[in-house]
């Protein structure tokens, strides 16, 4: 017996239904199209309609018949034509059977995202149990958008949130996160990870990968309490990492890379463990832990070690060529924390530069900045696989921001940043004694240059000696000159809780110095109140560091005593 009374009697004969379904031969039945079989089904009635799913079922798993795609279209059209007078027990059932059907013959409409739609579209009424099944069922709809119901998911979800166990939120955790809805509730995100906390020591290793999942994503680093809220689970379920699987580690590894918030105790754990079974890892898990590595600073060459005697084994290879993007990666993060392997290099070059591989902007990024690594810092002795010109010059192209003004037609918080910062250095410094210019083609902001004589006095700006494309690496010229570059640095150029540089703003100042570049590091200072130009004295105390304050006294004499 079904739900609201539906019933079948698998003896029935619906075998001739069946057959004229999944019957592909034209020659014997000319005239049997589309339309007929689907008028096949007019007159079924819903218990037999399901009889026969069941039956679909059975031969679908013991035979590998062509015109599945076909029967199952139309078995969804009628689903959905009745579904208009179904119950929600009723769709849900029609649901579970299309959910397994999905799992032996993916078909590229499936009634699931009509059931869907209608069930999030009934949302007030959804009991518990009912909710929790809607979100599993959005596993198999991955384009499924909540636009403007989102603040009612997220506010259904606090409602059921005590009525529901840690593995019925890890079900409703994994509908989150194969759809890209995430958090944006701040009270809902609290929920999350209160509930998680409470329930560390039972939560299994698959809802527990799942919420990681969705806690990721849903962290934001403009967001202070989130800092605060990241790191609190990440203290709790430090004791865990023994019993976690390998994907579970690999989504704690990465839990507050959003946030560029790293536990060290947490992440020296769960590298030990790593290392003891990256044998048995994807490349998929290396490149994750390796981007850990990178952005925390943690320096266990232990680690960096193994994972490139990993890399370079022969039987790597097969999955190597299956995966160019995610080994591309791997030797991407290693190579920024330099550690130089030539072969490595080589191979991630050469494997994802063909023009028949699709690219993709992060793979794009990661092809280009490894090839410059190599060009700034390697270049003499390296003897592997290089970029064409013609491809470094057209990735160059792709991977250079747009430079921050004021009269661009939208302007976000950090350019905003950048720009104010930008014209107190050269309030500072003067219009004629500096440029604005992306000295890497892939740094997030552009560097303030200006120059210094011998004596270390201000000159003006040598702009014969600066000719550069945007997209070029902009090499200090050879001059009797000192050049300088100012870096901006605001929040996300740290790590969460700390004043330590995240590993891509360390490497991008190494490289930078590489360039011929003295690096000036200055972050946005703070207001203070009752002064004006507190900001451009704060600016003005930096770089007297490195200029003579004589070619600065014109500046500093405009500036009111704070």
Same mark, same amino acid.
């Given at each position: ?24 031969? %034209? ?7 589309? +339309?007929?079989?689907?008028?096949? =089904? ?8 399901? +009889? ?5 079922? @059975? ?14 279209? %139309? ?15 009723? @769709? ?39 909710? !929790? ?34 593995? #019925?939120?890890?079900? *409703? ?29 039972? !939560? ?12 990721? $994503? ?51 754990? *769960? ?34 070690? !193994?994972?490139?005697? #990993? ?9 190597? #060529? ?56 390697? $270049? ?44 107190? @250095? ?37 702009? #014969? ?20 570059? !100012? @870096? ?54 930096? =770089? ?7 070619? =600065? ?10």
């Amino acid at each position: 017996m079904y739900q609201d009374g539906w019933s079948c009697d698998n003896n029935r004969p619906h075998q001739d239904i069946i057959s004229k379904l999944i019957d592909t031969d %034209i020659s014997l039945i000319p005239s049997f199209s589309y +339309t007929k079989r689907l008028s096949l =089904l007019s007159n079924v009635s819903d218990a037999d309609l399901i +009889t026969i799913f069941l039956n679909l079922l @059975i031969i679908s798993k013991a035979d590998n018949i062509k015109s599945y795609s076909t029967v199952y279209h %139309i078995l969804s059209r009628e689903c959905v034509k009745r579904s208009k007078y179904y119950s929600v027990n009723q @769709i849900l059932l029609l649901s579970d059977i299309w959910y397994n059907i999905n799992t032996i013959a993916p078909v590229s409409y499936n009634y699931c995202h009509f059931a869907v739609n209608v069930l999030f579209s009934k949302l007030n009424i959804l009991n518990t149990s009912q909710c !929790v099944q809607s979100f599993f069922y959005l596993n198999l709809c991955r384009n499924f958008k909540f636009g403007a119901k989102h603040s009612k998911i997220e506010e259904k979800i606090r409602i059921i949130m005590n009525e529901i166990d840690i593995e #019925e939120l890890g079900i *409703i955790s994994m509908g989150l996160f194969k759809t890209r809805n995430f958090i944006y509730d701040k009270e809902t995100l609290h929920q999350f990870t209160q509930k998680l906390i409470d329930n560390k020591n039972i !939560v299994s290793s698959v809802s527990l990968c799942s919420l990681l999942k969705v806690l990721r $994503k849903s962290f934001n680093v403009l967001l202070e309490d989130h800092v605060r809220l990241c790191s609190e689970v990440m203290i709790e379920l430090h004791p865990e990492v023994e019993r976690m699987s390998k994907f579970t580690l690999m989504q704690l590894s990465s839990l507050g890379s959003n946030l560029n918030l790293y536990n060290t105790a947490l992440l020296n754990s *769960i590298f030990d463990k790593f290392m003891n079974n990256i044998h048995y890892a994807r490349i998929k898990e290396i490149e994750r832990h390796a981007f850990s590595l990178m952005n925390s600073k943690l320096r266990n060459h232990t680690l960096i070690s !193994v994972m490139q005697d #990993e890399l370079n084994k022969p039987n790597r290879q097969a999955e190597i #060529e299956l995966y160019k993007d995610s080994f591309l990666s791997c030797v991407y993060y290693l190579t920024s924390v330099n550690q130089y392997d030539e072969n490595l290099i080589s191979k991630a070059l050469k494997l994802n530069s063909s023009p028949n591989f699709q690219k993709r902007p992060y793979r794009d990024r990661h092809l280009y900045e490894l090839d410059q690594m190599v060009e700034i810092l390697y $270049k003499e002795n390296y003897e592997g696989y290089r970029l064409s010109k013609q491809l470094a010059n057209s990735l160059a192209k792709k991977c250079l921001p747009r430079m921050p003004t004021w009269t661009n037609s939208t302007v976000s918080q950090q350019e905003r940043e950048f720009l104010e910062f930008q014209d107190i @250095i050269l309030k500072v410094l003067g219009d004629d004694s500096a440029t604005t210019s992306f000295i890497l083609p892939f740094s997030s902001f552009p560097d303030v240059i200006f120059c210094s004589n011998e004596m270390g006095n201000l000159v003006k700006f040598p702009s #014969e000696a600066f000719k550069y494309n945007c997209h070029e690496l902009k090499y200090a010229p050879q001059s009797n000159l000192i050049w300088h570059a !100012v @870096i901006f640095l605001n929040k996300i150029s740290f790590l969460s809780n700390s004043n330590s540089l995240r590993g891509l703003m360390e490497r991008d100042i190494r490289l930078k110095k590489a360039l011929g570049y003295n690096i000036i590091k200055i972050s946005k200072p703070i207001p203070k109140e009752g002064c004006k130009e507190y900001e451009t004295e704060a600016v003005l105390k930096v =770089l007297e560091k490195y200029i003579n304050t004589e070619s =600065l006294l014109a500046s500093k004499s405009s500036i009111a005593n704070c």
